[in-house]
């Protein structure tokens, strides 16, 4: 079935690296992505990476994929107190030739001073 | 470019009104997708749709939801009769055809049945 799962929230100081894991189910999903959702707005799509990578960089932003284990991060460095927010992973289902993104739960990240 | 755009930001409501709410998506995307966030249940996919025409509405909650798309630039959600527990934030996204295109969101429509 699909079901992507993350760990519900994550607390670190300012400052540290953060670290945010998701597992997914489908392995022929292509690409995987991360969003990001400040309170009161919708969700942003920060980064995402292919299938066929298993590392993606981009700023403070490094995406890592294990696609034997179906498991996908996200580590932010430096996590500044405007990271704060509620970070979702998704992954990219084709259904009857249409796709869609199934989201997992999100992961509330909290960095405090 | 403007980003994909919802109306009303807010709806206040009492229980058995009708709730129309509006998204226009950002032009040239050929998907176009309705979700419902709540704290219990998370991000829920209601209906999406490609080049106009639904494509999925098993995510649907029950009749009380129709969701149409008349042209590219126009998708209305709607419920009828509204109950309390249809208050949650709606979510329009849409996105382009070619290969795995990402979703691009709206800032959401905040609803409140009373």
């Known amino acids: 079935g699909e079901d992507v799962e993350q760990s519900l929230f994550l607390s670190v100081r300012e400052g540290d690296s953060s670290v945010i894991n998701c597992t997914y189910t489908?392995?022929?999903?292509?690409?995987l992505y991360w969003y990001k959702q400040e309170p009161g707005a919708g969700l942003q799509l920060l980064t995402y990476?292919?299938?066929?990578?298993d590392m993606k960089q981009d700023q403070r932003l490094t995406v890592l994929l294990n696609k034997k284990d179906k498991h996908l991060s996200l580590r932010i460095a430096d996590t500044q107190t405007g990271d704060s927010a509620i970070y979702f992973c998704?992954?990219?289902?084709?259904?009857?030739?249409?796709?869609?993104?199934?989201f997992g739960t999100g992961t509330r990240l909290l960095v405090s001073p | 470019d403007a980003g994909v755009i919802q109306s009303p930001r807010h709806e206040v409501t009492e229980m058995g009104q009708e709730v129309t709410l509006r998204c226009k998506p950002i032009?040239?995307?050929?998907?176009l997708f309705w979700y419902r966030q709540t704290m219990m249940r998370g991000l829920e996919l209601l209906i999406y749709?490609?080049?106009?025409?639904?494509?999925?509405d098993s995510g649907m909650p029950e009749d009380r939801f129709s969701a149409k798309m008349p042209n590219a630039s126009f998708s209305t959600l709607k419920i009828q009769p509204s109950e309390p527990r249809d208050s949650a934030v709606y979510f329009c996204?849409?996105?382009?055809?070619?290969?795995?295109?990402?979703?691009?969101f709206g800032d959401g429509t905040r609803l409140s049945i009373l």
């Open positions: 990476i292919f299938s066929n990578m």
């Open positions: 998704a992954e990219s289902i084709w259904n009857t030739g249409f796709q869609k993104l199934v």
């Open positions: 749709f490609n080049n106009n025409v639904p494509i999925d």
């Open positions: 489908d392995s022929s999903s292509t690409y």
């Open positions: 032009s040239g995307h050929d998907y």
């Open positions: 996204a849409s996105s382009a055809r070619r290969g795995n295109q990402p979703q691009h």
